[in-house]
């Protein structure tokens, strides 16, 4: 395969390759632009038009360096065995096949996807989407042989990508819906996908009928498709083996692939906690449900979420401590299709134990919510900081008042400070692990059968104009 006609380079060696906003050169997508979707379609040999790309609205030499555009990329693609299950599989390559491109990044994925070209790589002449689109072409067409024909169309313009949007999140809807009638009991096979191990090298994402993938683009189905055109690909079975826990989603087969894939650094899973051994996150996810460890309840945040949560801190803020592939006791990394299914973090309390989350996640979850709950969890028009959560919590008496313990001064310290010990950033004895660093990366510290001892915790928010001490 060539590509002595692009002007960068392309190869695995750039996978996981970070583009800062000092170097880039524009950004398609992305947390500042509303509308933005990858979409992949099944089509017939004779409605496509093989290997041509087309672009609606400015290309990248058009655009002012330092901006934003509104992006969507429509991957078209037929064979003899291509199949309506392969969409989301095709669409989640698009990650990987991306980030082989010099000087490219892209993140995430469906109508989550962030994509920057630095300025390095607009000066070696990467000044066009054409150059994307045939890079794409050629290697779909060489590691996935099914695909006969494929054309690629980049949209920019934003009226057009306006138009286009609401086709593709029902596209995403149907497939999403497709998955629901499946429970993981019905299966003896989960699949596997390691495409996010460049960024989270321990990671695993464990796929299951009701367990959908942290970045919400693969289901059961596509897995299974993946799996079967392509089994030496990122996506693969992954036999269950022995239930070793069916509440907690614990099972020998997923333990001895975590074993295996994460070279000994995750043993052991429990796929439906984001406490107890919570299952690895990427850096792809579409939320993140955080502890609140002052009312003993979870928070639920999404990545298009503007600014900070009702715990003061932002998404990236909580990304940073999630990501990566660890195993990060309360700071979980979801899908929201996983928050529609019933083992939705049931080890936890499920629902039960949800005590925030955005008006916009709410709308897209609200009927698969209990129906006595909707009206008792905040969302960010409700509540805002942790003195009216709490007292929004017990206006409504949501079954998480029942958990807590009424006491004051030394007792009440030493509660909260057991409640953050629940979440794993204590271990006595244990592992503690500690992060230091800011944005897009930071040194993992992890103490190993330490004890710590402390005679007095002092936890409490600096405010915007404070120092923190």
């Known amino acids: 395969m060539s590509f002595e006609d692009i002007p960068v380079d392309i190869g695995v060696i750039y996978e996981g390759e970070r583009v800062r906003t ?24 004779d409605a496509i038009e093989d290997e041509k790309v087309t672009i609606i609205g400015p290309d990248i030499k058009d655009m002012e360096e330092g901006t934003y555009h509104p992006f969507g990329m429509l991957i078209e693609v037929a064979g003899k065995e291509i199949e309506p299950d392969l969409e989301g599989v095709i669409e989640r390559r698009v990650h990987e096949y991306v980030n082989f491109v010099e000087g490219m990044m892209h993140l995430n994925q469906r109508y989550d996807i962030w994509i920057r ?32 024909q494929i054309q690629v169309t980049f949209i920019t313009d934003p009226e057009e990508v306006s138009n286009r949007y609401d ?36 990671h695993v994402c464990t796929i299951t009928p009701q367990r959908y993938a942290n970045c919400g683009a693969i289901s059961w189905f596509d897995g299974r498709a993946a799996a ?20 907690r989603g614990e099972y020998t087969g997923v333990d001895q692939l975590y074993v ?18 919570p299952h690895t996150s990427c850096g792809c996810f579409e939320a993140i449900a955080f502890v609140i460890p002052e009312v003993d309840g979870l928070g639920i945040v999404h990545r298009d979420f503007k600014g900070e949560t009702v715990n003061g801190l932002q998404f990236s803020s909580m990304a940073d401590s999630t990501a990566g592939g660890r ?17 939705f973090l049931q080890v936890d309390g499920g629902w039960d134990r949800i005590v925030w989350m955005p008006v916009a996640i709410r709308k897209r979850v609200e009927e698969f919510m209990p129906e006595e709950l909707r009206d008792k969890i905040p969302t960010e028009e409700d509540a805002m900081t942790i003195s009216d959560l709490k007292a929004y919590l017990k206006e409504k008496n949501h079954p998480v008042v029942e958990r807590w313990t009424e006491l004051e001064d030394e007792d009440e310290a030493a509660a909260l400070v057991e409640a953050v010990q629940d979440t794993g950033y204590v271990g006595v004895p244990g592992e503690f692990t500690a992060m230091i660093g800011g944005a897009g990366g930071g040194l993992e510290i992890i103490f190993k059968n330490a004890k710590i001892y402390a005679e007095k915790v002092i936890i409490r928010r600096t405010g915007k104009g404070e120092k923190k001490k």
């Not at 000092?22 to 040999?45: H, Q, S, W, Y």
């Not at 990467?126 to 590691?143: M, T």
């Not at 929201?336 to 083992?343: D, G, L």
């Open 167 to 202: 086709a593709a999140i029902t596209r995403y809807d149907e497939r999403d819906a497709r998955a629901r009638g499946l429970s993981d009991a019905d299966v003896d096979t989960f699949y596997g996908c390691s495409l996010c191990q460049s960024f989270a090298p321990t």
């Open 22 to 45: 000092k170097d880039m050169f524009v950004e398609l997508g992305g947390p500042k632009i509303e509308k933005k979707f990858e979409l992949a379609l099944a089509r017939e040999m």
């Open 117 to 148: 070209l630095s300025k390095k790589s607009f000066a070696k002449g990467f000044n066009s989407l054409e150059y994307l689109g045939k890079v794409l072409i050629r290697l779909f067409k060489s590691e996935m042989s099914i695909i006969e």
């Open 260 to 277: 295996e894939k994460s070279l000994g650094k995750i043993t052991t899973v429990a796929l439906y906690s984001a406490f107890e051994k």
């Open 327 to 343: 195993q990060v006791p309360g700071f979980h990394g979801i899908s929201i299709e996983y928050m529609r299914s019933t083992k």
């Open 228 to 247: 079967r055109v392509d089994p030496k690909g990122p996506l693969y079975e992954i036999a269950k083996g022995d239930t070793i826990d069916d509440f």
